[in-house]
């Protein structure tokens, strides 16, 4: 120990830290941390703020109304009913199974505390009519933190997270006594909370807390994607999902869910839980939830729909989640709170409703309420097949940015041909441009003078050969091949597979050859006026915002399980008169602004009035083949759609095969 450790402990021990939470040791830990490792382990540690979105609705609120109505009572029973309500505070029991360093744990404990301190208070004003002003010490908490429990993989944060519930054992304590004008301590410790450094999907949570006696499981389990997931993890998945190979596109998150759901079926817990919104959007819908209704008979009983994170810590995680209550289905309340935000980084905004979707919106009026939607190989709606462009796998060496293409046609002016205009995404969107080789015809006497490409075309060959991937493998010996060979001879309608979420409409615009399409977009060849009109309506936003994966908070245009599921009105010939002069317009609009790119033109600060104009009115268009009523909303488009989808999902759904339940 030396003088300057001695001196700085003193440091500390001047500071006032009365107006300090313990909670912000899991902001202080997360900090710390190496940003892999963090990302490795999923660890987002949550503020107070999106805690409360939890626990409020999980357990606060109930015991809110219910204390309220308690001291609304005039009867003689209103002590004794205080008295049983106070009790019950300290029977309930909370279990995180991936507590990090304690935040939910400790901001519980907390508003227990301070619910206990309010019911004292009435409890207090019985004994002042008998001129006892004081109550006993031993009346006072009854609330301890051995009513917790918590499953930690790391060590130090589980620590963390004893030593920081004890700390705030310690300040209800001192708010007690102040409250009540006696000295209320409980040192030394004669309890501890349950905290158990472990793997929470290795050991057997009954365990650590019969299930019998748990009264709530909630935390923020990690996040990891498919593709950020250990060799571990995903196996983790795989086991817990019971999905075969499908399970590798499962957030490591699912397996909290799933595990949750086991773990209430023996007991009255409820769950609540934070997690990625991709839960509630993409292809996982249709491969989590129905383990979750099916096999683990839950449902949901209240939820946040997608919002901003929000963390304590420095370098904070990008990412847009949700927040999951659920209930066995035998427990479930009659009516479910839907928290939507407008403004994702705003407030919430409270609904109620008889049942809801995965999707995150009323579904009374489907017939079956659990509805999700399953990714297909081909349109169940009658359009044309929507494909992706081409995927070189070249390691980078076909692409040129426009300075780079210069100054290799500048030594090697003779590969001039072979260079194409490459167009992904970023490109389409932003009105810029790269450049790709495209040598699928060229011959060996054109090769011969072109040793550079020649060059490239080695370089391509030895990248591949380094793939563990069978299909790269087998075209390592025909590098003037792409993995994926799009290379369109006709006009083709553009959909970017990555859009901001921001923008009212994704940007779909035409575009020709001698232009080759990355996978970074979708086309649509041959597409005409009428396809147009329809994939830039309000009518298919609304199925996107709802259904699509997302990719951070932008949206991520998937194929199978948006473009091929989208629900068509029929196509008639009136129909296409009312949609195509619409579509048309939109296009007139734009053409008013030949200097403004796509990204500029549907910026919603940006877009021009008389093409916002125009989109409307082919949103008018477009709904009046749906509906003879207006609808009133986004959300209302989206339900509507998805009744439409069932209807149309049915006839498959009887010709697949079921698969067999195993519980």
């Known amino acids: 120990f030396t003088a300057e450790m001695r001196e700085r402990l003193l440091d500390a021990c001047r500071f006032d830290w009365s107006e300090i939470s313990p909670a912000i040791f899991g902001a202080l830990f997360q900090s710390v941390m190496d940003k892999e490792e963090r990302r490795a382990q999923g660890a987002h540690y949550t503020t107070e703020k999106n805690i409360l979105k939890v626990i409020q609705p999980l357990f606060l609120d109930g015991l809110r109304e219910e204390l309220d109505r308690l001291k609304a009572r005039k009867d003689n029973r209103r002590r004794s009913q205080l008295q049983a309500f106070h009790r019950k505070l300290g029977e309930l029991t909370f279990f995180d199974p991936a507590c990090g360093c304690g935040n939910f744990l400790i901001i519980t404990y907390r508003e227990l505390r301070s619910m206990e301190m309010e019911v004292l208070r009435e409890l207090r004003a019985y004994r002042e009519d008998t001129d006892t002003l004081e109550l006993d010490a031993t009346d006072l908490s009854v609330i301890n ?12 944060p589980a620590r963390i997270a004893e030593t920081a519930m004890w700390m705030m054992d310690h300040i209800m304590n001192n708010r007690l006594s102040l409250e009540f004008g006696q000295s209320y301590t409980r040192i030394p410790l004669q309890t501890s909370p349950h905290i158990v450094n472990a793997d929470a999907l290795e050991m057997d949570w009954s365990e650590l807390l019969p299930p019998d006696r748990c009264s709530f499981v909630l935390g923020n389990p990690p996040f990891a994607g498919a593709k950020f997931q250990s060799e571990e993890q995903r196996a983790q998945v795989h086991r817990i999902s019971d999905l075969g190979r499908l399970g590798g596109t499962l957030d490591f998150v699912t397996a909290w869910f799933i595990t ?10 409820r769950i609540g839980f934070v997690a990625t919104n991709s839960l509630t959007r993409g292809e996982q819908v249709a491969q989590l939830w129905p383990i979750l209704f099916d096999r683990c008979d839950l449902e949901i009983s209240f939820a946040h729909a997608t919002f901003a994170w929000g963390s304590d810590a420095r370098g904070q995680a990008n990412v847009h989640v949700v927040i999951l209550g659920l209930d066995h289905a035998s427990r479930a309340p009659k009516i479910r709170r839907l928290f939507s935000y407008e403004d994702e980084r705003g407030e919430p905004v409270e609904s109620r409703h008889k049942v809801l979707s995965p999707y995150l919106f ?42 780079e293409k210069d100054g290799f046609l500048a030594s090697e002016p003779g590969a001039a041909k072979f260079m194409r205009p490459y167009i992904g995404s970023r490109e389409f969107l932003r009105g810029q441009i790269r450049w790709i080789l495209a040598l699928q015809e060229a011959s060996p006497a054109d090769l011969k003078d072109l040793p550079r490409v020649r060059e490239r075309m080695r370089l391509v060959r030895q990248e591949r050969e380094k793939s563990k991937r069978k299909q790269t493998l087998a075209i390592a010996d025909f590098p003037e091949r792409y993995n994926v060979e799009v290379v369109p001879d006709t006009a083709f309608l553009v959909v970017p597979e990555v859009s901001s979420q921001k923008r009212e409409y994704i940007p779909l615009a035409w575009m020709e050859p001698p232009v080759i399409p990355s996978n970074k977009i979708r086309i649509l060849p041959d597409a005409q006026l009428w396809h147009f009109g329809l994939l830039t309506s309000a009518m ?4 996107v915002r709802h259904i699509c994966g997302r990719l951070k908070s932008d949206f991520q245009y998937g194929i199978g399980v948006v473009y091929n599921t989208f629900p068509m009105p029929e196509e ?46 082919l949103d008018r268009a477009v709904d009046g083949l749906y509906t003879k009523s207006k609808f009133s909303s986004d959300r209302e488009r989206a339900e509507h759609l998805l009744s439409l989808y069932e209807q149309m999902a049915q006839p498959l759904t009887a010709r697949r095969p079921q698969r067999r339940r195993r519980r």
């Open 145 to 156: 933190v051995d009513q917790f429990f918590g499953i930690e993989i790391g060590e130090f």
């Open 572 to 617: 008639t010939v009136p129909a296409r008169a009312k949609v195509e002069p619409k579509a048309q317009a939109v296009l007139d609009a734009r053409a008013k602004y030949p200097d403004s790119s796509l990204s500029d033109l549907y910026d919603p600060e940006l877009m021009p009035t008389e093409l916002r104009k125009a989109h409307h009115a």
């Open 540 to 543: 298919h936003m609304s199925w």
């Open 260 to 269: 949750a759901g086991n773990y209430i079926e023996k007991g009255e817990a």
């Open 362 to 403: 009323d579904a009374s009026a489907l017939s079956n309420p659990h509805l999700t939607v399953k990714e297909e190989a081909r349109p169940i709606n009658g359009l044309p097949k929507l494909i992706s462009g081409s995927q070189p796998i070249d390691g980078g060496n076909y692409i040129f940015k426009p300075e």
